[in-house]
Structure formats: C-alpha cells, structure tokens
C-alpha cells in the first residue's frame, strides 16, 4: 500500500475499521523491531569451550585417556570444568541483568478506529492507523503528521541533536523519538523492520564484531604454546625411538612432557581474574556483558563521546540567570508561558525551583486578557493582565521595547554575546518597559564529566566527541569540560567535509580531530572506523539508535541506562548510574585485570617451562624420570595454582592510570618477560638436575625424585611474591597487601607436607619422608632463584610494564 494512497484515504477521519486492522497485521506482522537471538544458557556454556588454551587442554585429556592415566586425565578435565563453571555463571549473570535492565519503547498507543479513541498494544499497529500523540509520548511508528498544535519531537535519539524539532501536517515523524511538547495526530506509514530503527537494526546484525585484543593475545598464547609442545614432544619422541627406547614408553614420557609444559592453572587464573574484574566493574556502577571486555576497557586509548545524553543531561535547563527583580523574573517567565516547546518548560521548571513559588498559582491568580504568540518575525511573544504587559523572548527584540539607555543596552548584549558563545539559548524578561533580565538555557554537561575527562585523558586516553548536534553548541561543551579548541582547521571536521573526505586520509588526520558534528549514523561507524586503521582501541559512548553502528564497530561500546533497546543491545558496557565519570574507574578496573593477567601468566609459564625443562634434560641425560606425571599435575595445580589464583585479586598498582594505554598488539608476555621466564627455567632446572643427580648417586631414586618434586613446588611457591612487581624490586612491606597470597602460600606448603609427609600423600605420590637437613637445600635453591629474578628485574630496566607519562598523544 503506498503511502499516497494511506495519506488520502477516509481513515484520516475514522481510522481503520477494526477488520481491516486485522488484515494488515496479518499482512505487514507486528510492530515488533528484530532483535538478534539471544544467547540460551545452552549456547553461554558451549561458547565457554571455544578457547584455544581449552583445546590445548581437551587434546591432553583425550590422550591421558587413551594411555590409560584416568588419574590424570581427571585432574586435566577438572581444570577444564572449573573454567566452564566460571565463565557461564559470570556471562549467564549479566545476560539475565540485560534482560531485567530492558525497557520497552511504547507499550501502549492510542489510536481511532471505527470513529473511537481506544489504546492498544503498540506491537498491534498496523500501516494506515491514526494515532494520538501528546507531549511525554514515544512515538510508537514510522508516520506523517495529520493534525499539529504546537507539536516538538525530540529526535535526539536518531540525530544527536538535543533541541526539538517542530513538526507540522505532512512532516515525517520516526519510531523511537519522543513528543517533547504540543499534541497531534500521525498516520503511520511503516512498522516494524520498515522504519528507520529497524533498518539501523538490519545493519548492526550485519556488522561483524572484532575480536577483543586479549582474545587475540589468548589466541597467539594459546597457539604458540600448542606449536612449543608438539615439536619438543615429537623431537623427544622420535629422538627416544632412535636411541632403541620403546614406542608406548616414549609416547608416555611424551605426554608427562605434555602435561608438564601445559598450566592447567592458566585458564581457570584468566577466567577468575576476568570474572572479578566484572565484579568490581559492576560495584563501580558498569555492568561488562562479556568477561573478555572487561579487560578491553583497560587498553581503550581513545573514547568516542556522544554529546546528548552522555556528556550532557539529554534535557533542556536553565542554567544561568541574570536577573533584576527575581520576583518580577518569576512571574514574567510564568505569565508569558504556554509550555508549548521544551524551552518554555525549562523556563517553569526553573521558577518552580525558587524558594515559594507555585506557577501554577500564579498563572490561576491572574487572569489572561490577551496574548501575542511569539512568531520569527517580531522574535517575542507577550501576555497582557491587569498588572500589564509581560513579555519574553529574543533579547535583541526585548531591549528594544525597553526603557533602558543604548549603553545599558550595549551591556546586556555584550553579555548575550558572552552567553551565546557558551552554547546557551538567551531569553530576556520585560515587564510594562521595565527590561527584567536574561535567562540562559542549555543541554546541561552531567555532574562529575569535566573531573572524569582530567582523569582519563592523564591516563593518556584520548576524548573525542561525536555529535549530530551545531558546532557552537558542542564547541561550547567541550569548553566546559576542559577540552577547549585550540585550531578549528585541524581539530573539527563537521558532517559535510566528512562526507566528502576518503577512508585513507580520514584515518591520517582523525587522531587530531577533537569535535565531529553534524554527523550522520553512517558517519560515526566511519570514524570509529578510522580509528582502528590508525591504532587505536575505541571505547564508543552512547544511548541513541542513531549510536547502535558505531557502538558494535568499536572494540568497546559504553551505553547508559536508559539508552534505547537497539543501543543498549549492542553494547558491552552499561553505564548504571549514567555517569560518564563511571568510564574512568572501568577503565582503571580493565588495565588492574590486565596487569593481574600478565602477573599469572608469566608465573605459571615459568613453572610450566621448569617442568618441562626437568623431564626433557633428563631424558636427554638418559635418567629416570625427576617427576611423575601426576607430581606435575599437582605442582600445577596445587603449589602453582593456588598462588595463581591469590594472583587474581592482587591490588592494582597505585601508578596504574598514570600509564598511557598499552599498544594495541602488545602481547600479555613481552620480550623482558621472555627473559625472564628463559633465566627462572633454566636456573631453577639445572639446580633441580643437579639436585636430583647429587641425590640419586648418594641415596635413592625415590628421595631424590621427593627432592626434585619438593623443591620444584616450594620454591614456585616462595617466588612468587617478586612476581607481584613486575615494574620493580621486592619489598617485604607489601607482602601484607595480598592476604589471600599469604594464605594460598601456607596452604600450598602444608599440602606439599603432607604430599612428603602422609602415609596416603607417600602413597599416591611415591615419595618418601624428608631429613631436616635436606629443607636446607631446598631453601638455599629458593633463595639463590629469587636473587637471580630480582637481579634479572633490574637488569631489563627494572619496568616489566611499560609506564609513559603524559605522552604527545594526549589531546
């Protein structure tokens, strides 16, 4: 049905006929925008399974179980378990929180049919009905206007732009916007997927959503570990076959060197850590819908604020007022008012708000003779009572009805002109000639944004706003919020030279951008693209379908509460409190998840090389082997792991958002961190061959391989604690700091007691009890091995993580 034929027909008058209603539900389907398919609990719990460290970890298990070691096979899988667990009851929670936080556009609409008024479900709207519209209002369809009085849409949520647009017969009106004033009559022309929310919709199910950079870095980890692993097993294997060993017993010494260079403890420490990262982001009033952007959010180096309703209120409000006579003020902004547009509403907001003053009364207390409606000719309108004429509008018009002097006047506008260039809608007050004051109306910046701005950009994040809305207007934001324009030419670029600019030189000169204005939705997904191509990690702010593109193109999306469906189903993060300063503190939550990652990692890749180290120079020397294969799960598990775990919830370090982002392709381990785990592997290795041939010779295979399998865990156990400062030297005063490392710690040693000790720990181990004399030799070996990191520290310039302060890049 076309919509020349829709706007013609009788139904302008009686609306549709319930019957032909019917029909065209049938023909056109409900009102209902598409919506992308939720994940199910069953898909959250496969997707936890999606891991290349989980199938490193599943081709282990599936090999144990092949070679008949359900012992270890077991202890593999459990790893595998505990991981899943996690990560569901993490990513199930925040889905079930997106749900209860989702809000529906228009639950109800009024529309005619058959000649009557009735409210219906909005889902129920069919091209062709007639639906009444009155201020506070969502529009519930795409349409055109039939019948206007005073009628204002606030189409922020498609435009960016924060002041409402009139709209009179024959004018479009769109799904999602908002009545701010008047009332009226639309016919609606589209439903559904046909209007323009739902074709934005269309388009974000068709953009494809990047991988996070720690999801890049796990892969690259995960990869690089599985290749390491299978060329030492195999060059042992094949170099075992060569020297006359037997094929089951190398394949068996193949996977305990397997199990040994695998840290089943790596993947349940990363989900931890990201999963309490969640947590604390949450207690941080910023709900992160995935785990792996959690830690996202630490490596942002760029933020794309929208304006409306993120910076600012998303509200029109008096905000500054410079007035005669506060009581003449008062009643002049009552009187001359028929709360027909958003300003006129500010305006009666704010005498609401002064100290007894009811509007209402005072409008019931005096009596209307005549009005004057405002109009862009004359730029003022007036209302006459007993008590005179009171007058409101532009100041240029209202001066000149003034008794004032010129040079009192010439004041008052140098002042409009001051107020003017801060972004502010000037309205001047007049009462009989006598000239009243000014009242300045803005989209006010929200509380704390100017403070959280400072913080994040000493952080070496950069802020760049992104807006629908005039460039004095959001030149005059910025300012606000300590980001002043120093070079129009170079930091602003509005929608038009946008358009016409090529991807290749947009993506050159978009880092010295500061303010887009005027842009289309097209155009932000354009930017945030650039962005990416010049390097950076780009968190998009928004609330507006017009947002919801951009908002799945960029690493991160930050939405907040009360953003539309469509944006908020797009995002990562919901901002709870709506406060832009909420984005600092989640950032600084992302870059301690980082930093606790990078500690784990590093800490339980030294212990794995160790092990590795241990059975490979041993075979290598033609010994029996050092460790079992279940000892080595238990270092891992137990003496690693559970120092691993204490890792996860290490304080952030104080200096944390005085570091500028880390790069983009930064990996979790980097070349001094190589180093590192190289000296700690070969160190404690040789000291463990060393160890166990001295002991062999002299006592036993089975007390040397109780040695070897006790130093191993305890000195895992005791070095940790240098691992907790990666940018500096051990200090025994913050050993205090982690309680819960303390207490890992002295639960691993008891373990490994009672793994030595126990008559049930001797015989599932095949240990044997330890003399006094030989905790000498395993102390000494720690101490020496600790030495040697904190030396090796200093020697790699003492900074692990890359700390730059202030950078040129700060804009």
């Known amino acids: 049905m076309s919509i020349e034929n829709l706007w013609y027909n009788d139904s302008m008058v009686k609306g549709l006929t319930c019957e032909e209603a019917r029909q065209r539900l049938v023909q056109y389907g409900p009102n209902v925008l598409p919506e992308k398919q939720h994940f199910s609990a069953v898909s ?113 949520v498609l435009t960016g732009e924060s002041l409402p647009v009139e709209k009179k017969a024959r004018s479009e009106v769109f799904m999602g916007t908002v009545m701010a004033a008047g009332r009226g009559k639309m016919e609606v022309v589209a439903t559904a997927g046909q209007t323009m929310i739902g074709r934005m919709a269309e388009k974000i199910t068709e953009t494809k959503k990047e991988a996070t950079p720690l999801q890049k870095e796990i892969n690259r980890l995960a990869r690089g570990l599985a290749i390491i692993v299978l060329v030492l097993c195999g060059l042992l294997f094949f ?91 008062v009643k002049t902004a009552v009187l001359a008012n028929n709360l027909e547009d958003p300003l006129e509403v500010a305006i009666w907001d704010w005498a609401r708000a002064q100290d007894h003053v009811d509007p209402q009364k005072i409008v019931d207390g005096s009596e209307r003779l005549s009005e004057m409606p405002f109009d862009s000719i004359k730029k003022y309108m007036s209302v006459t009572t007993q008590e005179g004429v009171w007058v409101k509008g532009a100041p240029e018009a209202v001066l000149e009805m003034s008794v004032l002097p010129e040079k009192e006047r010439d004041t008052w506008m140098k002042k409009v002109a001051h107020w003017g260039s801060e972004g502010l809608r000037v309205i001047a007050l007049l009462h009989n000639k006598t000239f009243l004051g000014l009242i300045g109306i803005a989209d006010p910046v929200r509380e704390g ?4 701005v400072h913080h994040v950009r000493n952080a070496g994040v950069a802020v760049t706003m992104v807006t629908g809305d005039y460039r004095a207007t959001a030149e005059a934001v910025l300012r606000s919020i300590g980001l002043p324009i120093e070079d129009p030419e170079r930091e602003i670029m509005e929608g038009s030279e946008l358009a016409a600019i090529s991807e290749e030189e947009l993506s050159r000169r978009v880092r010295d951008i500061r303010l887009f204005c005027r842009v289309s939705p097209d155009q932000k997904h354009k930017i945030v693209s650039a962005l990416q191509v010049a390097g950076e990690v780009v968190a998009m702010t928004g609330d507006g379908v017009n947002d919801a593109l951009a908002l799945k193109r960029a690493d991160i999306g930050i939405v907040v509460e009360g953003a539309s469906d469509v944006a908020r189903e797009t995002a990562d993060v919901v901002l709870l409190d709506s406060n832009f300063k909420t984005i600092v503190g989640a950032i600084e939550e992302g870059r301690a998840i980082f930093d606790n990652i990078r500690k784990v990692t590093l800490y339980l890749l030294s212990n794995a090389f160790v092990e590795m180290g241990i059975i490979a120079g041993a075979i290598i020397m033609g010994w029996p082997l ?92 005791l070095y940790v604690f240098s691992f ?60 020496i091995i600790i030495g040697m990191i904190e030396v090796t520290k200093r020697l790699t310039g003492r900074q692990l993580s890359v700390v730059s302060r202030h950078t040129e890049r700060i804009r």
């Open 44 to 156: 959250i719990f496969i997707h936890q399974f999606t891991s290349p460290l989980i199938f490193v970890l599943l081709g282990a298990t599936a090999i144990t179980i092949i070679l008949g070691d359900l012992v270890d096979a077991a202890v593999i899988g459990s790893a595998v378990l505990i991981n899943t667990i996690l990560g569901f009851v993490q990513e199930y929670k925040a889905e079930m929180t997106i749900a209860a936080l989702k809000k529906i556009l228009t639950p109800q609409a009024k529309v005619i049919r058959d000649g009557k008024t009735i409210a219906i479900p909005a889902a129920h709207l069919v091209p062709g009905d007639i639906v009444i519209l009155s201020a506070g209002d969502h529009v519930p369809a795409d349409g055109r206007v039939t019948e206007a009085v005073s009628f204002f849409i606030n189409e922020a």
């Open 449 to 452: 944004v100017e403070e959280a």
């Open 626 to 717: 050092p460790l079992s294969a279940l000892q080595i799960l238990w270092i891992n598990l137990v003496d690693d792991g559970l120092p691993g775990i204490a890792l996860t919830i290490d304080p952030a370090s104080g200096d944390l958002m005085r570091r500028s982002p880390r790069r983009k392709n930064e990996p979790i381990i980097d070349s001094k961190m190589n180093i590192l785990i190289l000296m700690v592997s070969m160190v404690t290795m040789m000291l463990s061959l060393g160890t166990f041939a001295w002991m062999w010779r002299s006592y036993s295979l089975g007390f040397a391989q109780t040695i070897v399998f006790t130093l191993t865990a305890v000195v895992s156990l």
């Open 724 to 783: 907790r400062r990666l940018d500096g030297r051990l200090r025994v005063g913050e050993l205090l700091q982690n309680r819960w490392l303390l207490g890992s710690v002295a639960v691993g040693f008891i373990l490994q007691l009672f793994a030595v000790y126990h008559p049930w720990g001797n015989l599932a181990f095949r240990t044997v009890p330890l003399p006094t004399g030989a905790w000498g030799v395993i102390l000494g070996a720690s101490v």
């Open 239 to 329: 170099l075992g076959l060569y020297y006359g060993q037997e094929l089951v017993a190398m394949l068996t010494t193949a996977v305990a060197i397997a199990v040994s260079a695998i840290p089943e403890g790596l993947v349940v420490s990363l989900t931890v850590i990201l999963s309490i990262g969640m947590q604390r982001i949450m207690k941080r009033k910023a709900l992160v819908r995935r785990m792996v952007a959690a830690e996202t959010l630490g490596s942002v180096s760029t933020i794309c604020a929208d304006k409306t309703g993120t910076i600012t209120r998303g509200t029109m409000t008096v905000v500054k007022n410079d007035v005669i006579s506060i009581a003449d003020a």
